[in-house]
């Protein structure tokens, strides 16, 4: 077996190959020929034995929204041990060298990435950062408010002619909403991939758009899948993203998908946890949200990280962290902050809270609060007020929203 090479750009279609394995899938022409161009191969690192691929790990340069601002982040994926050779070390051998590799850079403070089960990145510092609701609702009768005169115009087409209005809208809702990815083009061809492999029997994809005063403020990627009980009607409506940036966008927008003809379902697996349909149906228990983890960040570097971000109220706290993989991080950092921006460094004056570094992970993006955190063991204050202290700080005015699957 050999060591991580750093593969070229044309192993592509045997790391696709390899990946499709590992994740029970086929290679699809269609799909690889989107994800060609993302792949970016000097931050792949690959095993081989015998010539043939049983380990991979990647990355992609992608900037994350933080709250109140945007950091530059791993965005690993494309993480796989072939079954042959499984649970003999190979993955956290990939990830202790990935992660010295990020950090030896210098250019990413975090990392962060999708996990295909929970438990599987903790142990190298992830912390469960964005939760999502995974929505299944049963919308027969589902009421909404009625239509207010600011309410625009719905279009419906398909998303491709549209994918500059869409990009521009959904970089400016990204500025309010910590977690998303910036997307270029090759990221945009990515999200509106439409290969008919993977649609599950549901249509094309569509998309809605929403026309207020002052142009485009809403959009919706869905798709419909038939389905009949006898001579019953039951489609659904899959749901894949809805951006608004205003309130009457978002009831437009849902008022049309609620409400599609022939449908009594609607799913929508990447909501917020403050997504605002829940707070505009007459009876939220027919969405069924069911909470599940979703992205997973892994601070890098501890005085970038903290500084890459706002707070919602000003703090001053002095944070003692354990970091085992990276042991530049381990120490007492002492963040000064606010809403208008924050500093972080090293320092020997005595820490008011302590905590791993996995916990920084899940307080990046305000998904949870030090508070919480400490309720269940896992931030320590070691001076009196210091949780009370910090804690309103680390919120902010919009839940971290995971809603792009890279
Ligand atoms: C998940 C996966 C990459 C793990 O690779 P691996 O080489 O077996 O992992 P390691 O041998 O380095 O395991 C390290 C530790 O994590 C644990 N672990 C790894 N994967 C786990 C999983 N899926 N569930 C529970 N524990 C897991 C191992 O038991 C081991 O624990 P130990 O040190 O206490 O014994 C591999 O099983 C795989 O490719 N699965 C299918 C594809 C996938 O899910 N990829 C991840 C995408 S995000």
Avoid at 14 to 42: K, M, N, S, W, Y
Avoid at 240 to 257: K, M, Q, Y
Wanted: net charge negative.
């Amino acid at each position: 077996m050999t060591d991580a090479v750093v593969p070229r750009a044309d192993d592509f279609d045997e790391i696709a190959a390899f990946l499709a394995l590992c994740f029970h899938g086929d290679t699809d022409p269609e799909v690889q020929e989107v994800e060609r161009p993302i792949f970016e191969p000097e931050r792949s690192l690959l095993i081989r034995d015998g010539g043939t691929a049983v380990a991979h790990a990647g990355a992609f340069s992608r900037d994350l929204a933080v709250p109140g601002g945007s950091v530059p982040a791993a965005h690993v994926s494309m993480v796989a041990v072939a079954p042959t050779h499984r649970r003999r070390g190979l993955l956290t051998g990939l990830m202790r060298r990935q992660l010295r590799e990020i950090r030896d850079a210098g250019r990413e403070p975090v990392a962060v990435l999708w996990a295909s089960e929970g438990r599987i990145y903790p142990r190298f510092g992830y912390g469960s950062a964005a939760q999502r609701l995974m929505l299944t609702a049963d919308t027969t009768g589902l009421r909404l408010p009625a239509p207010t005169p600011a309410e625009g115009t719905l279009r419906l087409d398909r998303p491709a002619p549209h994918t500059d209005e869409l990009a521009r809208l959904y970089e400016r809702a990204r500025a309010d909403r910590p977690g998303w990815s910036r997307r270029d083009e090759r990221w945009w061809a990515y999200v509106l991939l439409d290969a008919k492999g993977r649609r599950g029997g549901a249509t094309e994809r569509r998309v809605l758009l929403h026309h207020g005063p002052d142009g485009l403020d809403g959009y919706a990627l869905y798709r419909t899948k038939e389905d009949w009980v006898g001579d019953v009607p039951r489609g659904e409506v899959q749901v894949g993203e809805v951006v608004a940036v205003t309130p009457e966008a978002s009831l437009a927008l849902w008022r049309l998908l609620l409400s599609v003809d022939l449908t009594r379902r609607l799913s929508f697996p990447t909501a917020a946890v403050d997504e605002p349909l829940l707070r505009l149906v007459d009876e939220p228990r027919q969405l069924a949200p069911q909470l599940a983890d979703a992205l997973w960040v892994r601070v890098v570097d501890v005085p970038a990280a903290l500084a890459a971000r706002r707070y919602a109220t000003d703090v001053d706290v002095v944070i003692e962290v354990t970091d085992d993989l990276l042991p530049e991080n381990t120490g007492r950092w002492r963040l000064v902050g606010g809403p208008a921006g924050a500093e972080c460094s090293a320092t020997t004056s005595p820490a008011g809270v302590a905590c791993d570094v996995r916990a920084l992970g899940e307080l990046l993006l305000s998904g949870t609060t030090p508070a919480a955190l400490a309720a269940a063991g896992r931030v320590r204050e070691l001076l009196p007020n210091t949780l009370a202290a910090a804690t309103p700080a680390f919120t902010w005015h919009r839940a971290p929203s995971p809603m792009e699957n890279f």
